[in-house]
């Protein structure tokens, strides 16, 4: 089934003021954003407080230099009486069977590393072999479909006690789920950073990186093992399509020796 980013039937705000809520949600000023689209200020402004309606080119000019997520230029186009462009299918659909077989292959190949997909709420998609012995000892609720990856990782009936630095990797998950928010300004998102900041926090404070950390690593405890990964995240390079803009690829490497054999006994 085709659709087109969120149901249209929903109250739209003018168009105006969806663009300046972005702008400042982006910290520019009216200055910053005339200048990068190169329009003049004087029209930015007319067109912010609804004494001009920009015109199709125009929405898709400033939603691209504001960074605004697919789904959400959608919303301004219907906002300023234009029909939506940017088309939303099911990873099923034939039409993205091409994509849906790349992100395969990448979950596959990154074996007996743990690798999984994920959409904008941190829903499961899919995994590769090397993750279901990781979750041994995870509540069965939380593995029922849809799963939320971090709410499995956080709860405390889900990876959480066995997570060895657990203060520093929710302080980072958290952080991370809160810059997603400001970028996409996502409801639901929003909820889930309330739920997750409410489950119990570890009773001594996150630790910081000394000066030779250059990331924050995942240390998760396994049977007699503390398994160490290092991660990294895949998108689509330059999608305009729904599902695929919002869908990406979290691959865990080992950050030592120890981890890197553990894994290989595992698969």
Request: charged share 20%; proline share 8%; with cysteine.
């Amino acid at each position: 089934m085709l659709r087109y980013g969120r149901p249209m039937t929903q109250v739209v705000q003018p168009v105006g003021l969806l663009l300046r809520e972005w702008r400042q949600r982006r910290h520019l000023s009216q200055l910053d954003l005339a200048s990068e689209a190169e329009i003049s200020t004087r029209h930015l402004s007319f067109l912010e407080t609804g004494r001009a309606l920009p015109s199709r080119d125009m929405v898709l000019h400033l939603a691209e230099r504001l960074e605004i997520p697919l789904r959400e230029r959608n919303v301004l186009l219907v906002a300023a009486g234009y029909a939506p462009v940017f088309q939303e299918r099911s990873l099923a659909d034939p039409d993205l069977q091409a994509a849906r077989a790349a992100m395969d292959l990448v979950l596959a190949a990154h074996a007996p590393n743990p690798a999984i997909a994920i959409d904008r709420h941190w829903t499961l998609v899919a995994s590769n072999r090397s993750v279901a012995p990781l979750l041994a000892g995870v509540d069965p609720e939380l593995l029922k479909p849809p799963v939320n990856v971090l709410r499995l990782s956080l709860h405390p009936k889900g990876l959480a006690p066995h997570i060895v630095n657990l203060g520093e990797w929710r302080a980072h998950l958290l952080e991370r789920l809160r810059r997603q928010i400001d970028v996409s300004a996502d409801a639901v998102l929003g909820e889930l950073l309330k739920e997750l900041r409410a489950y119990p926090a570890p009773s001594r404070p996150p630790c910081k990186m000394n000066g030779a950390g250059v990331v924050v690593p995942f240390r998760l405890r396994h049977g007699d093992h503390v398994l160490n990964f290092l991660s990294t995240t895949t998108v689509f390079g330059t999608p305009v399509e729904i599902t695929l803009s919002e869908l990406a690829v979290e691959s865990f490497f080992p950050a030592d020796v120890g981890t890197a054999e553990a894994v290989k006994a595992l698969a």
